[in-house]
């Protein structure tokens, strides 16, 4: 103890012989990051080894529970671990039959009675019946579930009353909710109106059925690999935190023998490029396929790369971007002012050169989400009418034109495409805009409908991605005056009566007539917004999967199949 | 020495109550909470918040955290619904503490050194050399340096896995062949600053009265640097201990973002950005945790190091 | 002046006696003989100057896209639109802009964070440090405490607050804000935004400074020299000042430099959530965080400003380095 250097001195030995030891330990390293690499690949059933998939995520789920989850990260999970009544088609993205065979529509439009398959079973034995569903939906639509999700359930009857209910001063009967077991195997929905996108809601995850038992034995801790009962054609067995999540086939699932692929592991990646990185050296078997694009210096590289480009998948997705105005705050109080900075985007510019993917939007819903217009209505990129609506407006050349700010989210890509729209309104208008980031709850706190209007921006940033794939999701859900948050503020007018008639309107040819009117009135005369892109996927798979590309179901693994190489 | 251990930890009791008190009130302060989304009504956050108690007064909140923080309950996340807090974070706490430790081992093995040489050759080419290669370590941020470092010897030579973790249940080999870059990448810049804080304090110390008086006495110049000049010349790079191991907490959000490694640093921000208070919280608590004991272990190295120094005790 | 009559007189003295001068005037003399200082002092000046006057050396606007130009190569001319017949020095960025003008207007907000940063940190952090360390244990105790505590408590939670109470400040009408809010927006505008960067940098910043001092003071106030100034009664400010301080500050200086590239990054972090300058305004820190994921395929983005920040850097350290030296008591006599 006397003379503490020699300590240091012991600890630099120490440090160096590991040092030392390591410096030998690449070339292992290497050939076992390699072995891994080749291992999937190869690999196939007739070997008897379990063919592995690996995919990345950006973000790792938040929860596994079917009534508890809202972001894409955790909804992907669940849907291959929990079948619904109906499920989305990946490839067409129409409504098929899962848990339910076949259902049936009253005449008033109020009454779905779906009719289940008879051989679907939990993973523990227990066979799947009417009584599970009913089950899920009381949970989703209880107040002290607290489902941030329970909205998408209002349509069913007395689901909104009993959600809303201020416990525990108030109480409510849960029975009176409008579903029911008829018997075994139907399952009967009562709704409060006429709802033909009833069928897309059929096949969203916060319907699917729950394992009442295991939710009661283990309370919240029922997700957990080792606690958990599923239905789908996969069982989750290992959860590492932030790390990765492991799913392997369920044998009791249905159509287990269709499935291909027996193992996937869901890796939790944040950085895309080190996604990038990790799938050129074949750690990684499909990348990009969560709910974010991959950023454009990414596609770039993978675009000026032969082998990558090849491997690249791109296509639309059910989600949109726009710029929102606040309609009563001068000048954008004026329509002439709201045509100009729409029409004064060029959206192709900022599609392919500051995004990198997804397409142009001049209307709010993309092209595919029922009722949405095709081609797409709206006002268009033209500059020289943007000039000509804001000289109409009484400020020709940018004259006289106040400084406004333009407010945003603290993102990466938001900054850019927040830089754009500043240089294009500048250039394009002669104007100025003032940019103002903030942190992502601090922004939403500060735009939404209560804030005075003095404190709220004139423009600011917001999108939106389809909770399924019906207009009465996008128009009459994000825009209505009355019956959503219109952050614009915009006054009720004529849109959006025929947004809520178009809801319940039950002639199929008839809804997307009006709501064709709807995005015409909404976006093309008010401009309640100026919609500039819908975003798209930008998924890589290496070329031994065989798979289909979702634009607006959630992806299910099941369906992939394995080509020999 | 066991009278300053037990007082340091008591010294933890104050700490704690004020820094968890403060950041529950200005977290509760900040606009916007864990249920908001631009998709969900503003009357079903209400319900929401009111299921998980944060309708309720702030210091009523507080009292009751406190309460379970007492017997080690953390609470679960609210962000993770269902979840405890704890189950993240100390695995997460171990994985950053592993990088963090080669890391810093990575920074004292190439520092030391570099600052001890610059400082016996001052004004040579070693020195300005170590001195200019100690700027690039610093200047070059992990940001930066963690991306070329992967593209270097992991994409182009392929010496190296890209990234990830491998738990040391999985080998050794791969244990390190893993952690290599990522440490690193962190100690870098840690490097350059311990070899330049050495080689400014050895060239202090150097010019003491009592180095020129071992010299007269004819000891050899080795003998004279090592056993009496670096002694005294390792105070302030003992004293950069306590900020370089906070350093390596906090600098390791980067470095484990580029390099997908499952640690805690990401709860830093995400805790916040995403209003998790009982994550923010237990995340405070570790954080303070570990500052007064990274300052103890400084407190009993200075001990060591110079047994006339006034310790406060 | 004695010197004079000495060196008439010739031979009369036996060693050459000199003018007595205070430590700053010896330390400045000695600074200036060495040519590299004197290279980083140029370097530094010119800074300043780019910073002052960014539209006399830049040769675009720092905001003018050209969105065909893209993450163009360094030397590429452009062709059309605003910036026709414009030639890219150093390359442009990922909205087409200038990367070299750029690299000058943000000089301003990079050396401003860089020296003020520094200077402020340094100021605060070494006086507590000396203070604490010369103080009564009891005190010490307690002041350590204290930078315990501010260093454990997360500082982006008041970050974020204080960016979410200026917003809403701003958007007031000036009749509606009270004299102190109404101070702290102008003092915010007129400094670009920086004043609410200073104030959290500078919140934390001081407290590796004032470990730092205090450990080195810890050990040196045993020393022979500074018990021998309290035997002859010096007082403690003047112990403090003369005698431990040119002792101590060796280290001190080496960390300051050090930190500098910590102020720059924090600096981009803050402009980021929304702090500070706002983009389209550059400044090196957020340059290269911009430039990151480019790095392959168009690294002059991230390669250009780190260029500059390590140049700066380098100019600080070996700066700080000549400092310190000039200030060590026992190399007077050289």
């Known amino acids: 103890m006397r003379n503490p250097f020699w300590y240091v001195l012991a600890l630099t030995l120490v440090l160096v012989l590991a040092a030392g030891c390591t410096a030998a330990a690449p070339e292992a390293g290497a050939d076992v990051g390699a072995e891994q690499a080749t291992d999937t690949t190869a690999d196939t059933a007739a070997t008897g080894e379990p063919i592995t998939v690996r995919v990345s995520t950006v973000s790792e789920p938040s929860t596994l ?16 671990l929990f079948l619904g009544l109906t499920n989305l088609n990946n490839e067409t993205g129409a409504v098929e039959p899962e848990l339910a065979e076949s259902w049936t529509i009253s005449e008033d439009g109020l009454t779905w009675t779906f009719n289940l398959r008879q051989d679907a079973v939990w993973s523990d034995g227990n066979p799947v019946t009417a009584n599970d569903f009913v089950y899920s939906a009381k949970r989703a639509v209880m107040p002290e579930t607290a489902s941030p999700y329970a909205y998408v359930l209002y349509s069913v009857k007395n689901a909104a009353a009993i959600n809303q209910t201020a416990i525990p001063t108030d109480t409510y009967d849960i029975e009176s909710l409008g579903v029911r077991a008829v018997d075994d195997y139907t399952v009967e929905f009562t709704l409060e109106a006429p709802a033909s996108y009833f069928e897309s809601i059929s096949s969203l995850w916060t319907l699917r059925p729950v394992p009442s038992w295991t939710i009661e034995e283990h309370g919240a801790a029922w997700t957990e690999p080792e606690n958990i009962v599923v ?306 996927f930008t ?26 190489q | 020495m066991l009278r300053l251990i037990i007082r340091r930890f008591l010294w933890f009791i104050p700490v704690f109550f004020v820094v968890t008190g403060i950041t529950f009130l200005t977290m509760h302060a900040l606009p916007g909470g864990p ?21 309720r007064p702030v210091y009523e909140q507080y009292f009751i955290w406190l309460k379970n923080a007492a017997q080690l309950d953390f609470g679960p996340s609210l962000k993770q619904r269902g979840r405890p807090v704890a189950g993240f974070l100390l695995p997460g706490l171990a994985v950053s503490a592993q990088l963090g430790l080669f890391a810093m081992g990575f920074a004292l093995l190439i520092g030391l050194p570099a600052g001890i040489i610059a400082a016996l050759h001052r004004g040579r080419w070693q020195d300005r050399g170590a001195t200019f290669v100690a700027i690039l370590g610093v200047s070059v941020p992990p940001i930066v340096m963690g991306p070329l470092l992967m593209w270097l010897f992991a994409l182009q030579l392929g010496w190296l896995p890209v990234a990830q973790w491998a738990g040391l249940d999985e080998g050794i080999i791969p244990y390190l062949s893993h952690i290599i870059l990522p440490a690193v990448t962190l100690g870098a810049g840690l490097s350059a600053i311990i070899a330049r804080l050495t080689r400014a ?113 | 002046m004695v010197s004079s009559s000495a060196q008439a007189a010739g031979s009369r003295a036996a060693a050459p006696s000199r003018r007595s001068r205070t430590l700053w005037q010896d330390t400045l003399r000695r600074l200036l003989r060495d040519p590299v200082v004197v290279i980083c002092v140029l370097y530094l000046a010119l800074l300043i100057v780019v910073a002052i006057f960014p539209s006399f050396f830049a040769t675009a606007s720092y905001d003018q896209t050209s969105f065909p130009n893209n993450f163009a190569a360094p030397g ?47 100021l605060i952090g070494v006086s507590y440090g000396l203070f604490a360390g010369y103080s009564r244990p009891r005190i010490d105790n307690i002041m350590m405490r204290i930078v315990d505590i501010i260093y454990a408590y997360p500082t982006l939670i008041l970050i974020i607050l204080l960016q979410v109470f200026l917003t809403a400040l701003a958007q007031k009408e000036p009749e509606q804000m009270g004299t102190i809010e109404r101070m702290l927006v102008d003092l915010d505008r007129n400094s670009g935004g920086l004043f609410f960067v200073f104030l959290a940098i500078g919140a934390v910043s001081w407290l590796n400074m004032a470990r730092l001092t205090r450990g080195q003071v810890m050990h040196y106030k045993q020393q022979e020299f500074v018990q021998a100034a309290q035997v002859v009664g010096a007082s403690d400010r003047r112990i403090m000042g003369r005698h431990l301080l040119p002792n101590v500050i060796g280290p001190c200086i080496v960390a300051e430099t050090l930190a500098i590239p910590s102020y720059i990054y924090t600096e981009a972090f803050l402009s980021f959530i929304g702090l500070g300058v706002q983009p389209p305004m550059p400044s090196w820190g957020s340059m290269i965080a911009d430039g990151y994921g480019a790095l392959r395929t168009a690294p002059w983005l991230i390669l250009f400003p780190a260029l500059a920040l390590s140049l700066t850097m380098l100019a600080f350290n070996f700066l700080g380095d000549a400092v310190r030296d000039a200030l060590d008591p026992k190399l007077r006599d050289r």
């Not at chain 1, 329509?335 to 192709?348: T, Y």
């Not at chain 3, 414009?86 to 750029?102: C, N, P, Q, V």
Request: hydrophobic share 40%.
């Open chain 2, 35 to 55: 249920f908001d989304t631009d998709k969900t009504p503003p009357a079903m956050v209400q319900r929401m918040e009111q299921a998980f108690g944060l309708n």
């Open chain 3, 76 to 122: 590429t001319v452009v062709s059309e639109g605003k910036l026709a017949g414009h030639t890219y020095w150093m390359g442009a960025d990922k909205l087409g802009r200038d990367i070299y003008s750029r690299l000058v207007y943000g000089t301003r907000v990079s050396i401003s964070v860089a020296f003020l940063g520094a200077a402020v940190s340094f």
């Open chain 1, 539 to 564: 998924t890589l798979t290496k070329p031994f999967i065989q798979r289909a590309y979702s634009t607006f179901a959630p992806v299910n693994w099941d369906t992939w199949t394995v080509v020999e």
């Open chain 1, 65 to 80: 529970d079917p009534n508890l989850a809202e972001d894409s990260f955790s909804i992907t999970p669940i849907e291959q």
């Open chain 2, 201 to 313: 304090s050895l060239l202090q110390v150097l010019g003491e009265d009592y180095i020129r008086t071992a010299h007269a006495k004819g000891l050899a110049r080795r003998t004279v640097t090592i056993r009496h000049a670096l002694r005294n010349a390792l105070i302030p790079v003992v004293t950069y201990l306590g900020p370089l191991a906070a350093a390596v907490l906090t600098g390791s959000l980067v470095v484990e973002q580029i390099f997908a490694i499952p640690g805690m640093g990401r709860y830093f921000v995400s805790s916040i950005t995403s209003r998790d208070y009982p994550m923010v919280m237990a995340v405070v608590v570790i954080y303070a945790f570990i500052i007064v004991f990274v300052n103890l272990v400084v407190d009993v190295l200075y001990l060591f190091i110079d047994p006339r120094m006034d310790h406060g005790l």
């Open chain 1, 231 to 536: 239905t789908g054609p996969y069982m989750i067995t290992e959860w590492r935190p932030a790390e990765l999540l492991v799913f392997e086939k369920n044998p009791s699932y249905y159509n287990a023998g269709q499935v291909q692929i027996d193992r996937v592991e869901l890796h939790v990646i944040t950085d895309q490029n080190t996604e990038l990185a990790l799938y050129e050296s074949g750690d990684l078997d499909v990348i990009g396929d969560s709910a974010t694009s991959l950023p454009i210096q990414v596609l770039t590289l993978v675009r000026e790369n032969p082998t990558l480009s090849a491997e690249l998948h791109e296509g639309p997705r059910a989600s949109t971007t726009y710029v929102g105005f606040t309609m009563t705050k001068p000048p954008f109080d004026n329509a002439l002012v709201r045509k100009a900075f729409s029409a004064a985007i060029d959206r192709e510019t900022i599609v392919r050169d500051v995004v990198g993917s997804g397409i142009p939007a001049t209307q709010f819903a993309p092209k595919g989400v029922f009722g949405a217009p095709d081609p797409e209505v709206g006002i268009a990129t033209d500059i020289e009418q943007a000039q000509a609506w804001l000289a109409e407006a009484g400020y020709p050349g940018g004259e006289g034109f106040p400084t406004v700010t333009y407010r945003y989210f603290s993102n990466t890509l938001e900054e850019a495409l927040a830089q754009a729209l500043q240089a294009m309104w500048a250039e394009n208008l002669n104007v100025t805009v003032e940019l103002e980031s903030m942190e992502f709850p601090a922004f939403l706190a500060s735009t939404a409908g209560t804030v005075p209007v003095e404190e709220m921006p004139e423009m600011w940033r917001l999108g939106w991605s389809a909770d399924y794939p019906d207009e009465n999701n996008w128009v009459y859900e994000v825009f209505h005056c009355t019956d959503s948050q219109n952050r614009s503020r915009a006054e009720c007018t004529e849109a959006d009566e025929l947004a809520k008639a178009a809801g319940s309107e039950q002639d199929s040819q008839k809804r997307i007539e009006m709501y064709a009117q709807v995005e015409q009135m909404m976006f093309g005369d008010e401009v309640r917004a100026a919609p500039y892109y819908h975003r798209g």
